[in-house]
C-alpha cells in the first residue's frame, strides 16, 4: 500500500534536523511550510547565516518561516492554524511550543528526540549520554505535549555508545535514525506510551565553562569529556599561559602529579591514568596532530597544564 500523503510543516534548525527534512520531502509528503531560527550573525566575521535547515529548505523550494519567538505570538499561532495540518514534524527546533500550536495539527506536534526517553530529556541528550558513559543511545518519536519532552512515545530506536564514540558520530547517526524512524510513525501510527515515571535524567544547555579540563579527574572522565564536547563548546587546557583546545586523546596507563606532562610527547598524569592528547589547537592556529604541535612548541616532561 502507498504511503499517505500527509501536509506536514517541518520544524528545526541545525544540521541534525537536515535528515528527516529531506526524508519527508522525499517520500513525497506535502510541507507547507518549515520553520527554523532567523538568520543571525556567525563566524569570525559576524556575518549574518541561514541555519542549516533554512538552507536546506531553499534547496527544495520549500517556504520558510523565521519567528524569533512563538509563545505569545497570537498572529504566529493563527497562521499556524491556518495552515491545515495532518501533523508538524519537530527535531531540534530551538523554540518552545505553545499549546494553540501543539493542539492545531490532527495529529498534533511529533519530535524526533536524540535520546532513549526519560533519559536526557532537556537541550543536550547526545553530550550527556557520552559524558555519563552511557552503553547505548537512540532515538525516541515523541508525540509533543506542553511538558519539557515528557510526551508519550510513539518508536523507540537505541544504537550502543563504544569507547570511540565522539559527539559528532553519535549526532549523525541518530540524525539518520530520526529520519528513518518518523517516516515509519508516519505511515503506521503506533499506539502512543506514558513514558516510565522512573530513570528521568535531564541535560542541561552546554556553555564553554562545560569544556574546561580537571586534571584532578580521572583519565576515562576526561576522555569522555574530551569525545562529548568537541566540536562545541570544544575542551581545553592552558598551557604556558595560553589556552590549549584538545580535539582528542587516547587512555593510557601510568600515574604523575595531575595536569603535569609525563614525558615531551603530550602524555599528560590525571587523577588516575594518563591522556595522550593526539590532536590540539593553540591560539590563531588550525588544529593539528600532537607530534605536529611538539616541533613547534616543545613540552618538557613536568610541564604542568591546566
Given amino acids: 500500500m502507498a504511503t499517505p500523503r500527509l501536509r506536514l510543516a517541518f520544524m528545526g534548525s541545525p544540521d541534525f534536523s537536515v535528515p528527516a527534512l529531506a526524508a519527508l520531502h522525499a517520500a513525497g509528503h506535502d510541507i507547507v511550510a518549515v520553520y527554523c531560527q532567523p538568520p543571525r550573525p556567525a563566524g569570525r566575521g559576524q556575518s549574518v547565516r541561514r541555519c542549516p535547515v533554512h538552507e536546506a529548505a531553499l534547496k527544495l523550494g520549500l517556504p520558510v518561516r523565521t519567528p524569533a519567538r512563538l509563545r505569545k505570538d497570537t498572529a504566529e499561532h493563527a497562521a499556524f492554524a491556518a495552515l491545515d495540518l495532518d501533523a508538524a514534524v519537530v527535531a531540534a527546533y530551538g523554540l518552545i511550543l505553545p499549546k494553540p500550536m501543539l493542539d492545531a495539527p490532527r495529529r498534533g506536534c511529533l519530535n524526533i528526540h536524540a535520546s532513549l526517553l526519560p533519559r536526557w530529556r532537556g537541550a543536550a541528550p547526545i553530550q550527556a549520554a557520552i559524558l555519563?558513559?552511557?552503553?547505548?543511545?537512540?532515538?525516541?518519536?515523541?508525540?509533543?505535549?506542553?511538558?519539557?519532552?515528557?510526551?508519550?512515545?510513539?518508536?523507540?530506536?537505541?544504537?550502543?555508545?563504544?569507547?570511540?564514540?565522539?559527539?559528532?558520530?553519535?549526532?549523525?547517526?541518530?540524525?539518520?535514525?530520526?529520519?528513518?524512524?518518523?517516516?515509519?510513525?508516519?505511515?503506521?501510527?503506533?499506539?502512543?506510551?506514558?513514558?516510565?515515571?522512573?530513570?528521568?535524567?535531564?541535560?542541561?544547555?552546554?556553555?564553554?565553562?562545560?569544556?574546561?579540563?580537571?586534571?584532578?579527574?580521572?583519565?576515562?572522565?576526561?576522555?569522555?569529556?574530551?569525545?562529548?564536547?568537541?566540536?562545541?563548546?570544544?575542551?581545553?587546557?592552558?598551557?604556558?599561559?595560553?589556552?590549549?583546545?584538545?580535539?582528542?586523546?587516547?587512555?593510557?596507563?601510568?600515574?604523575?602529579?595531575?595536569?603535569?606532562?609525563?614525558?615531551?610527547?603530550?602524555?599528560?598524569?590525571?587523577?588516575?591514568?594518563?591522556?595522550?592528547?593526539?590532536?590540539?589547537?593553540?591560539?590563531?592556529?588550525?588544529?593539528?596532530?600532537?607530534?605536529?604541535?611538539?616541533?613547534?612548541?616543545?613540552?618538557?616532561?613536568?610541564?604542568?597544564?591546566?
Fill in 132 to 306: 555519563a558513559g552511557d552503553s547505548e543511545s537512540g532515538v525516541t518519536i515523541m508525540q509533543m505535549d506542553e511538558g519539557l519532552d515528557t510526551g508519550a512515545m510513539l518508536l523507540v530506536e537505541a544504537t550502543p555508545i563504544t569507547a570511540a564514540t565522539t559527539a559528532p558520530l553519535l549526532h549523525d547517526a541518530l540524525a539518520d535514525i530520526g529520519a528513518r524512524l518518523i517516516l515509519r510513525v508516519l505511515e503506521h501510527p503506533p499506539i502512543p506510551r506514558p513514558q516510565p515515571e522512573a530513570g528521568v535524567t535531564y541535560a542541561a544547555k552546554l556553555t564553554r565553562e562545560d569544556g574546561l579540563i580537571d586534571w584532578t579527574r580521572d583519565a576515562a572522565t576526561l576522555d569522555r569529556q574530551i569525545r562529548a564536547l568537541n566540536p562545541w563548546p570544544g575542551t581545553y587546557t592552558m598551557l604556558d599561559g595560553d589556552i590549549l583546545k584538545i580535539h582528542a586523546a587516547t587512555l593510557e596507563p601510568g600515574s604523575g602529579p595531575p595536569g603535569a606532562a609525563v614525558d615531551a610527547q603530550l602524555r599528560v598524569a590525571t587523577g588516575a591514568g594518563l591522556l595522550q592528547l593526539t590532536r590540539v589547537q593553540a591560539p590563531g592556529r588550525a588544529a593539528m596532530d600532537a607530534a605536529a604541535f611538539l616541533r613547534g612548541h616543545p613540552v618538557a616532561a613536568g610541564t604542568r597544564l591546566g
